[in-house]
């Protein structure tokens, strides 16, 4: 139903076997529930004591810090995570973690989520959009920091925080829910504390454990996935470009481009703050975009050229940095996946349509690092029908593929012409029938006189044809004037199920709902995320 899906998350999903080499899993297996990687008791130890900490900071749930303790004792984890967004993003967060809820009930695992706190763009998570009456309202949060690359997850809301959420009150404002929102977005806050604090009360009655990674103890505690990352970066980027080659061979596109000389990680500058990529050349590691002060101030050696402001680092240096501050150096989009699966005793990760992609490029990197593959399904992928909409979808006997299908002027100018009164559509539709086959018998005629003058009289018949058709769309143009209400309720149901011909569940902020329904819809969302099908679903509150 979803549009613009790739051609690859289509196949993992059609088939009942592997998409191999990418994957060895498929959206119905059941065998990853069976097995939980081994992990030693010191690991667990250290990471149930890094979880509880921060899980008690952001005030988790009694039955949370339970699971915790369960995974000290060797529970398996159902993972997922998101960008840490203002509000809690788009409605795919609540999605996420309704699924990995569900999941880890099935197995017996503990559902974890993994706050994307590293990630330094600022204009991904700064926002959020929340619907009215007759609009969507984006709302956004201006935090006074600087243009530089810093991650996104320590940055202070700061005061402006209280008027973001006046004017969130306004649009969805008066429930409990939204006390939970005011609650966790407070001026001191940060972008990873709010978002901790929102998704574990939330979902407290659930058992949501949730990590933010970024602390140095954290770092520590997966540093050889760090450490192999810089000491084999060679042998992983081949590995990388072999991979998607095998990907475009079959048709496939890669999620993250891989240059010659990039790297699997940043670095944190230490005097600005920002998070800037590593890459190689000749042997040696370089940063650009911060001043040259951290490193051996940059000298080109043969063949190395760059700008002023390039720091050089030794492999060496790289290793010093990652045993006394290993927090100043991140996983890249790719080796993300196997920092968090490294830490975590992962059975399976829940991703959507993009992320699942990423799982087919990085999958080698898995194989190199950890020795195995971690088990990824989809999250649960849906559209919330709230019963006004579904009073104007039942009106016009509308259905979601309806709205997703087609453009909101084609859909107002069909529901035009099918409400002109039965006369006109009669008259309408006598006149093009009767057209039709005159112009027909005409070209045939025609044909049989000389084939030119056939050509010229279907060149002639194809205009009439044109201004007939000219003449359909200008009566339903009429009616649509006569009926104002059939644009305004096309154009509500283009806003609220398929904004700017975007899913809802990506695009409309989760906590509009949270608010609107309550607890009880995380409960429904749970259910849901049982699905067989790995397609998109319908679901009528």
Same mark, same amino acid.
């Given at each position: 139903?979803?549009?613009?899906?790739?051609?690859?998350?289509?196949?993992?999903?059609?088939?009942?076997?592997?998409?191999?080499?990418? /994957?060895? #899993?498929?959206?119905?297996?059941?065998?990853?529930?069976?097995?939980?990687?081994?992990?030693?008791?010191?690991?667990?130890?250290?990471?149930?004591?890094?979880?509880?900490?921060?899980?008690?900071?952001?005030?988790?749930?009694?039955?949370?810090?339970?699971?915790?303790?369960?995974?000290?004792?060797?529970?398996?984890?159902?993972?997922?995570?998101?960008?840490?967004?203002?509000?809690?993003?788009?409605?795919?967060?609540?999605? !996420?973690?309704?699924?990995?809820?569900?999941?880890?009930?099935?197995?017996?695992?503990?559902?974890?989520?993994?706050?994307?706190?590293?990630?330094?763009?600022?204009?991904?998570?700064?926002?959020?959009?929340?619907?009215?009456?007759?609009?969507?309202?984006?709302?956004?949060?201006?935090?006074?920091?600087?243009?530089?690359?810093?991650?996104?997850?320590?940055?202070?809301?700061? &005061?402006?925080?209280?008027?973001?959420?006046?004017?969130?009150?306004?649009?969805?404002?008066?429930? &409990?829910?939204?006390?939970?929102?005011?609650?966790?977005?407070?001026?001191?806050?940060?972008?990873?504390?709010?978002?901790?604090?929102?998704?574990?009360?939330?979902?407290?009655?659930?058992?949501?454990?949730?990590?933010?990674?970024?602390?140095?103890? /954290?770092?520590?505690?997966?540093?050889?996935?760090?450490?192999?990352?810089?000491?084999?970066?060679?042998?992983?980027?081949?590995?990388?470009?072999?991979?998607? !080659?095998?990907?475009?061979?079959?048709?496939?596109?890669?999620?993250?481009?891989?240059?010659?000389?990039?790297?699997?990680?940043?670095?944190?500058?230490?005097?600005?703050?920002?998070?800037?990529?590593?890459?190689?050349?000749?042997?040696?590691?370089?940063?650009?975009?911060?001043?040259?002060?951290?490193?051996?101030?940059?000298?080109?050696?043969?063949?190395?050229?760059?700008?002023?402001? !390039?720091?050089?680092?030794?492999?060496?240096?790289?290793?010093?940095?990652?045993? #006394?501050?290993?927090?100043?150096?991140?996983?890249?989009?790719?080796?993300?996946?196997?920092?968090?699966?490294?830490?975590?005793?992962?059975?399976?990760?829940?991703?959507? &349509?993009?992320?699942?992609?990423?799982?087919?490029?990085?999958?080698?990197?898995?194989?190199?690092?950890?020795?195995?593959?971690?088990?990824?399904?989809?999250?649960?992928?849906?559209?919330?029908?709230?019963?006004?909409?579904? !009073?104007?979808?039942?009106?016009?006997?509308?259905?979601?593929?309806?709205?997703?299908?087609?453009?909101?002027?084609?859909?107002?100018?069909?529901?035009?012409?099918?409400?002109?009164?039965?006369?006109?559509?009669?008259?309408?539709?006598?006149?093009?029938?009767?057209?039709?086959?005159?112009?027909?018998?005409?070209?045939?005629?025609?044909?049989?006189?000389?084939?030119?003058?056939?050509? #010229?009289?279907?060149?002639?018949?194809?205009?009439?044809?044109?201004?007939?058709?000219?003449?359909?769309?200008?009566?339903?143009?009429?009616?649509?004037?006569?009926?104002?209400?059939?644009?305004?309720?096309?154009?509500?149901?283009?806003?609220?199920? /398929?904004?700017?011909?975007?899913?809802?569940?990506?695009?409309?902020?989760?906590?509009?709902?949270?608010?609107?329904?309550?607890?009880?819809?995380?409960?429904?969302?749970?259910?849901?995320?049982?699905?067989?099908?790995?397609?998109?679903?319908?679901?009528?509150?």
């Amino acid at each position: 139903m979803l549009p613009r899906q790739s051609r690859l998350f289509l196949d993992y999903t059609s088939s009942h076997e592997p998409l191999a080499p990418f /994957f060895t #899993s498929t959206p119905w297996d059941q065998s990853w529930g069976r097995s939980i990687p081994p992990q030693d008791a010191a690991h667990r130890a250290v990471l149930a004591d890094l979880l509880l900490e921060q899980n008690r900071h952001w005030g988790a749930s009694d039955k949370a810090l339970a699971n915790i303790e369960r995974l000290r004792r060797g529970a398996g984890a159902v993972v997922t995570g998101q960008q840490v967004a203002l509000f809690g993003g788009p409605l795919f967060t609540l999605l !996420k973690a309704a699924t990995i809820i569900r999941r880890a009930q099935d197995s017996g695992a503990v559902p974890v989520f993994w706050l994307a706190t590293e990630d330094h763009d600022l204009a991904e998570a700064d926002h959020v959009i929340l619907p009215a009456r007759h609009a969507l309202h984006t709302l956004r949060l201006n935090t006074d920091q600087p243009a530089a690359s810093k991650p996104v997850g320590d940055l202070p809301l700061g &005061p402006h925080i209280a008027a973001v959420l006046d004017r969130a009150a306004e649009l969805i404002g008066g429930t &409990p829910e939204f006390d939970l929102l005011v609650a966790a977005y407070t001026p001191d806050a940060t972008f990873a504390s709010s978002f901790a604090r929102l998704i574990s009360a939330a979902f407290a009655d659930f058992g949501l454990v949730v990590i933010d990674a970024s602390t140095r103890a /954290f770092h520590a505690l997966g540093a050889p996935v760090l450490l192999h990352a810089i000491e084999h970066a060679d042998e992983l980027e081949s590995a990388l470009h072999a991979r998607d !080659k095998v990907l475009a061979d079959r048709g496939y596109h890669s999620q993250v481009l891989v240059a010659l000389g990039s790297s699997l990680v940043f670095l944190i500058d230490e005097a600005i703050g920002a998070r800037l990529p590593l890459r190689r050349k000749n042997g040696s590691w370089f940063t650009t975009g911060g001043p040259s002060h951290s490193g051996a101030p940059f000298k080109p050696a043969a063949g190395l050229s760059g700008p002023s402001n !390039k720091t050089v680092y030794s492999t060496a240096d790289l290793l010093a940095i990652l045993d #006394s501050a290993p927090e100043r150096l991140s996983p890249n989009a790719l080796l993300r996946p196997v920092f968090q699966d490294y830490l975590l005793p992962t059975q399976a990760v829940i991703g959507g &349509p993009a992320e699942i992609a990423y799982y087919a490029q990085n999958q080698v990197l898995y194989q190199a690092i950890l020795g195995r593959t971690t088990a990824v399904l989809p999250r649960l992928t849906a559209t919330l029908i709230e019963p006004s909409i579904a !009073k104007i979808l039942d009106q016009y006997e509308l259905t979601l593929e309806d709205i997703m299908s087609s453009h909101a002027d084609e859909l107002a100018h069909r529901l035009g012409a099918r409400t002109m009164p039965i006369e006109g559509k009669r008259r309408l539709s006598a006149t093009g029938n009767s057209l039709d086959d005159e112009l027909d018998a005409l070209i045939a005629w025609c044909e049989s006189l000389d084939p030119s003058l056939a050509r #010229s009289a279907q060149v002639s018949a194809s205009k009439m044809r044109y201004q007939m058709n000219r003449l359909r769309r200008l009566a339903a143009n009429y009616q649509l004037q006569r009926e104002g209400s059939i644009r305004r309720h096309v154009d509500t149901l283009s806003f609220n199920l /398929f904004p700017d011909r975007h899913p809802q569940e990506r695009t409309i902020g989760g906590v509009a709902y949270l608010a609107r329904y309550g607890t009880p819809l995380l409960a429904t969302l749970v259910e849901q995320a049982s699905q067989d099908c790995p397609g998109h679903k319908a679901l009528w509150l």
